[in-house]
T-cell receptor, first 112, second 115 residues
Framework: KQEVTQIPAALSVPEGENLVLNCSFTDSAIYNLQWFRQDPGKGLTSLLLIQSSQREQTSGRLNASLDKSSGRSTLYIAASQPGDSATYLCAVWEGSQGNLIFGKGTKLSVKP | GEEVAQTPKHLVRGEGQKAKLYCAPIKGHSYVFWYQQVLKNEFKFLISFQNENVFDETGMPKERFSAKCLPNSPCSLEIQATKLEDSAVYFC?????????????FGPGTRLTVT
């Protein structure tokens, strides 16, 4: 059974720092991995989707990498801003059915 | 529309009452997914649809939960005889097609509180 783990559970950094969020999964037979952002009381905003054949994806200050063989993905946020404060979730898509399996998230707080 | 819409935003039910949640997928998206988020950010997949057909229902507690996606109507998730443990945020997501190239876009969720 696929399990997705995110470390750390919470992270607090000063504004301007570069930071890395980690996601690991137990079964490397995934089709893609998606990073989301969730603001309090809100839905999920898709940030980046990495296909299983890809190594990384970039969008603005965000860069996500995928290493299927080791079962790991990282989300790199450059020059963090207070507006980046949110919970970041990773989810893997496996099998033919297409439902996502989520980690429990990393709650990020960026202090001004 | 351009966003997944979910109604209501909040729903409070007494234990044993029925709850019905609605989801309108993004126009042109063929697949709809329902997820349940309980405390500590635990997401659980419930059911998915391809248009009006059930695609995968492996996550559904079939005794009390049912769902439909009918043509020209919002999709619905219904819980008969709610229990305290059903308290959660229920998210609906849609995607254009099925496959790893297609992102799932999530709605804002419906917070169900069972008292």
């Amino acid at each position: 059974k696929q399990e997705v783990t995110q470390i750390p559970a919470a992270l607090s950094v000063p504004e301007g720092e570069n930071l890395v969020l980690n996601c690991s999964f137990t079964d490397s037979a995934i089709y893609n991995l998606q990073w989301f952002r969730q603001d309090p009381g809100k839905g999920l905003t898709s940030l980046l989707l990495i296909q299983s054949s890809q190594r990384e994806q970039t969008s603005g200050r965000l860069n996500a990498s995928l290493d299927k063989s080791s079962g790991r993905s990282t989300l790199y946020i450059a020059a963090s801003q207070p507006g980046d404060s949110a919970t970041y979730l990773c989810a893997v898509w496996e099998g033919s059915q297409g439902n996502l399996i989520f980690g429990k998230g990393t709650k990020l707080s960026v202090k001004p | 529309g351009e966003e997944v819409a979910q109604t209501p935003k909040h729903l409070v039910r007494g234990e044993g009452q029925k709850a019905k949640l609605y989801c309108a997928p993004i126009k042109g998206h063929s697949y709809v997914f329902w997820y349940q988020q309980v405390l500590k950010n635990e997401f659980k997949f419930l059911i998915s649809f391809q248009n009006e057909n059930v695609f995968d229902e492996t996550g559904m507690p079939k005794e009390r939960f049912s769902a439909k996606c009918l043509p020209n109507s919002p999709c619905s998730l219904e819980i008969q005889a709610t229990k305290l443990e059903d308290s959660a945020v229920y998210f609906c997501a849609s995607s254009r097609q099925q496959g790893p190239s297609y992102e799932q876009y999530f709605g804002p969720g419906t917070r169900l509180t069972v008292t």
